[in-house]
T-cell receptor
């Protein structure tokens, strides 16, 4: 069975500081991995995805994530936080060639302090 | 349509009533998913449609929950005899369909239907 663990349900950073949101996955086969963002009262928006091309994936709004098989991790980073980055972030995994059903982590709420 | 459309955006109902939530996926998307988002439970998968068939219903929490899809397009999630624990945001998503192409497995989500059971 596939699963995703997000460490830290709440993360707070200062504006301009590095953002690091952690995600570890469990999968018996090479997975697809995703990060989604949810702004208040909105649906989920895709930030980036890993589908076995480059291990360093760049997404929208300056975010990127690196797939590390040896660590079973797919942490999300952004060099400099902006106030508009305050949102909830979800890591997700899906099984290749199957239904493309996403299994989500429990989410990390990012607060950005001025 | 340009995006995934869900209605109603908010629904308040009394315990024991039935509710129907509607999802209109992106035109041409053959795959459709329902998820439930509630406090303390995160995002739970409910059901997956490929066309009008539902090969994966493993996330439906009880037989009070059902869903159908017609014409390979609109889907309706029905909750019978609602309970207070059904209160949540119900999210619908669609994707182009199965396959190994990089575009096939990106889900686009609607804004959700917030259900409150009193």
């Amino acid at each position: 069975a596939q699963s995703v663990t997000q460490l830290g349900s709440h993360v707070s950073v200062s504006e301009g500081a590095l953002v690091l949101l952690r995600c570890n996955y469990s999968s018996s086969v090479p997975p697809y991995l995703f990060w989604y963002v949810q702004y208040p009262n909105q649906g989920l928006q895709l930030l980036l995805k890993y589908t076995s091309a480059a291990t360093l994936v760049k997404g929208i709004n300056g975010f990127e994530a690196e797939f590390k098989k040896s660590e079973t991790s797919f942490h999300l980073t952004k060099p400099s936080a902006h106030m508009s980055d305050a949102a909830e972030y979800f890591c997700a995994v899906s099984k290749r060639g199957a239904t493309n059903k996403l299994i989500f982590g429990t989410g990390t709420l990012l607060a950005v302090q001025p | 349509g340009a995006g995934v459309s869900q209605s109603p955006s908010n629904k308040v109902t009394e315990k024991g009533k039935d509710v129907e939530l509607r999802c209109d996926p992106i035109s041409g998307h053959t795959a459709l998913y329902w998820y439930r988002q509630s406090l303390g439970q995160g995002l739970e998968f409910l059901i997956y449609f490929q066309g009008n068939s539902a090969p994966d219903k493993s996330g439906l929490p009880s037989d009070r929950f059902s869903a159908e899809r017609t014409g390979g397009s609109v889907s309706t999630l029905t909750i019978q005899r609602t309970q207070q624990e059904d209160s949540a945001v119900y999210l619908c998503a669609s994707s182009p369909g199965q396959g190994l192409s990089s575009g096939a497995n990106v889900l686009t989500f609607g804004a959700g239907s917030r259900l409150t059971v009193l």
